[in-house]
């Protein structure tokens, strides 16, 4: 990949696209394009969280770290329609494919950010991500260290890590990091590890 998808404005050519995937349930469109995270499918990480993870409250606030071209954020939305769903990414085009898919299913409770736009105040019921693990740890790590306090009590976060990009050294990071939170695999699918924090 001459580009990686963690660039905040991508240089290489859009080139939109419609794909199909599954989302909530049903077989539904959405726009992708180059420059961002898996631009021709929804990755096999990213389905084993969503076919795996508890379904979320009913409503609340709940965060995508990461979105890429939105499928959580989408699934989110679709499955709580009553929920403020924040979408965020450093990427401007993964935000404006989030965006645009959001508006094309007439999900009006996503919220589509920067990491630096969202208020300071936010704080969320639920996370899910398939955060990028590629970009090293020092990021990750901030990035981890930036979101998870953000939790409610009581809320939880769950992230997809495949084994062999270190899901298991993770966690043991994460039990280290975060002495207050309740760190477990929830599963373990296709060489995926579903971590869960729950605050």
């Known amino acids: 990949m001459s580009e990686h998808y963690f660039t905040a404005e991508p240089a290489s050519a859009e080139e939109r696209r419609e794909i199909r995937v599954p989302l909530a349930g049903q077989t539904r469109a959405v726009q992708v394009a180059g420059g961002v995270f898996s631009p021709d499918r929804l990755d096999q990480g990213t389905t084993v969280l969503l076919n795996h993870v508890p379904p979320p409250p009913q409503d609340g606030t709940f965060l995508d770290l990461g979105c890429g071209w939105g499928p959580i954020a989408l699934t989110l ?20 494919l989030t965006a645009g898919n959001a508006a094309a299913h007439g999900l009006t409770g996503i919220q589509v950010a920067a990491p630096e736009d969202v208020p300071a105040d936010v704080r969320f019921d639920v996370i899910w991500s398939n955060p990028p693990i590629r970009v090293g740890k020092g990021v990750l790590h901030q990035m981890l260290h930036t979101w998870l306090p953000r939790l409610e009590p ?21 039990v280290e990091q975060f002495p207050t939170l309740a760190v477990t695999r929830l599963t373990s699918v296709r060489g995926f590890r579903i971590l869960q924090v729950q605050a």
């Open 77 to 96: 939305g679709l499955l709580r329609p009553a929920a403020t769903v924040w979408a965020v990414d450093v990427n401007a085009r993964a935000r404006d």
């Open 154 to 174: 009581g809320g939880s976060a769950y992230l997809v890590v495949a084994k062999n990009l270190g899901s298991d050294s993770l966690q043991r990071w994460l």
